[in-house]
């Protein structure tokens, strides 16, 4: 009975300590708005699958991918300075002058996009029937996601949760927009886009007061961080949004929605959990967490998790595409690769903020700019030779090497060692 009591306790007291913890916390909401985000993303393409043909879908995701590419282009590195800056500066002043930054360069950037379309990916040049709606949705887009990244900075992560629930309205949108074909899918998360962008600026303000002028002194201390960060995760973005456009204009639609099922199903799975970490580990590494200790226990986190997923989806990954249709079945083949570059790809996305906590900025861009080259350059050509899988070929070799290169940096520039001291 006495051991039983000591053991309850024991967990009692962990359990308390879980949940007073903010890296653990912060992370379990970003984790939970992902896996939100994931399990809606499910459904919507499974529906999509039942109304909307392949090649309808394929086409979708390169409007959706152009969204994305937009939204890459315009954060100018400004979302990493607003998490490192606003522990220690004015909040209200660190906010109001990344939001406006970022969303005002969302609508010169969709402008610039929908004027070099023709050259960018043709098939998709009748957007421009949209115009206005692309460039809405664009600048919405922004809206959402610097304020999902100060909740999240202000440890606020529920609030980031709570956009996330009201993305997942597009569901609710896509059966009656399938009249429209690609562009219902398109306008499906468009549309979701506003209702998470209003509750997104109405909650913000429950925190920090919107002012209405850039601050001078924040954006001088912040230009080298967001500079070298914008080069650097435009090298992180850019194959993401431009391998879709790429498949289309070399494979065809149907390759395109067999790569981004696969796709979002395999980041989602080994992706989330790892980057919900990343982003809570340099959340709290800004705010003076213990970074050697915040390491090891996102690691240890990570790797569990990713274990089980992996295990779960080997038995289970077929059926899970079966679901979406027959045809989708063959899309199994990327997402084992996904799975299996998963454990490489843990160091790699932890490391990342260790060298931004530091501000060894070279390095980062080194890296990414490395992974940027030999992504684009390898997924063309094994893409050309094996279909659509050739990318998942592609990412193996760019996270084993991303990993081996990270390994030689911890043995021989002891980057680990001086952020530990």
Same mark, same amino acid.
């Given at each position: 009975m006495v051991i039983n009591n000591y053991f309850h306790r024991s967990l009692e007291n962990r359990l308390a300590a879980y949940r007073t913890d903010s890296l653990y916390e912060n992370s379990f909401f970003i984790f939970l708005g992902r896996s939100l985000s994931a399990f809606c993303g499910l459904i919507f393409w499974t529906l999509a699958t039942q109304y909307y043909s392949p090649s309808e879908i394929g086409v979708a995701t390169a409007l959706i991918s152009s969204l994305g590419l937009v939204l890459s282009f315009s954060k100018l590195g400004f979302d990493i300075s607003l998490i490192k800056f606003i522990p220690i500066m004015n909040k209200s002043r660190v906010f109001s002058s990344s939001f406006f930054i970022i969303s005002i360069s969302s609508i010169f950037i969709s402008i610039l996009f929908l004027f070099l379309i023709e050259f960018i990916s043709p098939q998709i040049s009748f957007i421009r029937e949209y115009s206005i709606l692309f460039i809405f949705f664009a600048f919405l887009s922004s809206v959402t996601f610097i304020t999902g990244t100060t909740f999240v900075s202000i440890r606020k992560s529920r609030y980031y949760f709570l956009q996330s629930v009201l993305e997942s309205s597009r569901i609710l949108l896509l059966i009656p927009m399938a009249t429209l074909g690609a562009v219902g899918i398109?306008?499906?998360?468009?549309?979701?886009?506003?209702?998470?962008?209003?509750?997104?600026?109405?909650?913000?303000?429950?925190?920090?007061?919107?002012?209405?002028?850039?601050?001078?002194?924040?954006?001088?201390?912040?230009?080298?961080?967001?500079?070298?960060?914008?080069?650097?995760?435009?090298?992180?973005?850019?194959?993401?949004?431009?391998?879709?456009?790429?498949?289309?204009?070399?494979?065809?639609?149907?390759?395109?929605?067999?790569?981004?099922?696969?796709?979002?199903?395999?980041?989602?799975?080994?992706?989330?959990?790892?980057?919900?970490?990343?982003?809570?580990?340099?959340?709290?590494?800004?705010?003076?967490?213990?970074?050697?200790?915040?390491?090891?226990?996102?690691?240890?986190?990570?790797?569990?998790?990713?274990?089980?997923?992996?295990?779960?989806?080997?038995?289970?990954?077929?059926?899970?595409?079966?679901?979406?249709?027959?045809?989708?079945?063959?899309?199994?083949? %990327? !997402? +084992?690769?996904? &799975? =299996?570059? *998963?454990?490489?790809?843990?160091?790699?996305?932890? $490391?990342?903020? @260790?060298?931004?906590?530091?501000?060894?900025?070279?390095?980062?861009?080194?890296?990414? %700019? !490395? +992974?940027?080259? &030999? =992504?684009? *350059?390898?997924?063309?050509?094994?893409?050309?030779? $094996?279909?659509? @899988?050739?990318?998942?070929?592609?990412?193996?070799?760019?996270?084993?090497?991303?990993? %081996? !290169?990270?390994?030689?940096?911890?043995?021989?520039?002891?980057?680990?060692?001086?952020?530990?001291?």
């Open positions: 398109f306008f499906s998360q468009g549309i979701s886009t506003i209702f998470s962008s209003f509750f997104a600026v109405y909650s913000i303000t429950k925190f920090i007061n919107i002012e209405l002028n850039l601050d001078r002194t924040y954006i001088k201390r912040a230009s080298k961080l967001s500079f070298t960060n914008y080069i650097s995760n435009l090298s992180v973005d850019i194959p993401t949004y431009i391998i879709p456009l790429m498949l289309l204009n070399l494979l065809g639609p149907e390759d395109v929605s067999l790569y981004f099922i696969a796709t979002t199903l395999g980041t989602s799975i080994y992706l989330m959990l790892p980057d919900a970490i990343s982003k809570s580990f340099f959340v709290e590494s800004s705010h003076g967490f213990d970074m050697r200790r915040g390491l090891i226990k996102s690691l240890t986190i990570a790797y569990l998790v990713l274990a089980v997923e992996f295990i779960s989806i080997i038995f289970f990954g077929p059926y899970i595409l079966g679901l979406l249709g027959h045809a989708y079945i063959e899309a199994f083949k %990327l !997402l +084992r690769i996904y &799975l =299996l570059t *998963g454990f490489f790809s843990i160091v790699y996305m932890l $490391f990342m903020p @260790v060298l931004n906590i530091k501000l060894l900025y070279s390095r980062n861009i080194e890296l990414n %700019l !490395l +992974r940027l080259v &030999l =992504l684009l *350059g390898l997924g063309y050509v094994l893409a050309g030779k $094996f279909g659509f @899988v050739g990318i998942g070929y592609a990412w193996a070799i760019v996270e084993v090497t991303s990993c %081996l !290169l990270i390994l030689y940096w911890i043995n021989h520039l002891k980057i680990i060692k001086y952020t530990a001291e």
